[in-house]
């Protein structure tokens, strides 16, 4: 089936720990996205990437950093600059920036 | 890129019409609204978009009002299933950016 793959579901992160949420992706598409959800709130850009090995910030990049190496793959890394990371995070992708959205199903990171 | 007012919440009967209002009133003429929707705890579903004309798919319809300072998504017969958190976003086709989604409206789908 193509879609988008998240992992883990579930994350937990030590106090000034990096941790690594994994996106991949087998639809052949350009851009990538990932976005943050707080509790009963909307989502926030975090980064995105319109091809391979470039990307840009988004609303809310301090504390985040990724990489496109691959155009299958946008791991998010969680660093430990980042002070409230607990969040469910949402990784997404499109053809082209220009194109609808298709989403994964979420990481919740929560910090021990 | 324009922002979006949505009601918070709305309650729908089983197999009735959902009807969804969006306020954009400082859209730009080249300026797209999309809907999705979030179902708890999932990633959001792309469910139409349109930049003047009214459009229709098999989800669902969207109405946009002349002046494009408005729009409403219609589901024609919601079912249970269609309880989500519906979001309208407004983007410039060919922007490299995805605007922040809003928080949305709760659509309650009743038996």
């Known amino acids: 089936d193509g879609g988008i793959t998240q992992s883990p579901k579930y994350l937990f992160r030590k106090e000034g720990q990096n941790v690594t949420l994994s996106c991949e992706q087998n639809?052949?598409?350009?851009?990538m996205y990932w976005y943050r959800q707080d509790p009963g709130q909307g989502l926030r850009l975090i980064y995105y990437s319109q091809i391979v090995n470039d990307f840009q910030k988004g609303d809310i990049a301090e504390g985040y950093s990724v990489s496109r190496e691959k155009k299958e793959s946008f791991p998010l890394t969680v660093t430990s600059a980042q002070k409230n990371p607990t969040a469910f995070y949402l990784c997404?992708?499109?053809?082209?920036?220009?194109?609808?959205?298709?989403f994964g199903s979420g990481t919740q990171l929560s910090v021990l | 890129d324009a922002k979006t007012t949505q009601p918070p919440s709305m309650d729908c009967a089983e197999g009735r019409a959902a009807n969804l209002p969006c306020n954009h009133s400082?859209?730009?003429?080249?300026?797209?609204v999309y809907w999705y929707r979030q179902i708890h705890s999932q990633g959001p579903q792309y469910i139409i978009h349109?930049?003047?004309n009214n459009e229709t798919n098999e989800m669902a319809s969207l109405i946009i009002t002349e002046d494009r300072k408005s729009s409403t998504l219609i589901l024609p017969h919601a079912t249970l299933r269609d309880t989500a958190v519906y979001y309208c976003?407004?983007?410039?086709?060919?922007?490299?950016?995805?605007?922040?989604f809003g928080s949305g409206t709760q659509l309650t789908v009743l038996p």
């Open positions: 400082t859209i730009s003429g080249n300026e797209y």
């Open positions: 639809l052949n598409h350009d851009a």
């Open positions: 997404a992708s499109s053809r082209t920036t220009n194109e609808k959205l298709f």
């Open positions: 349109g930049l003047k």
């Open positions: 976003i407004v983007r410039v086709g060919g922007s490299a950016r995805q605007l922040t």
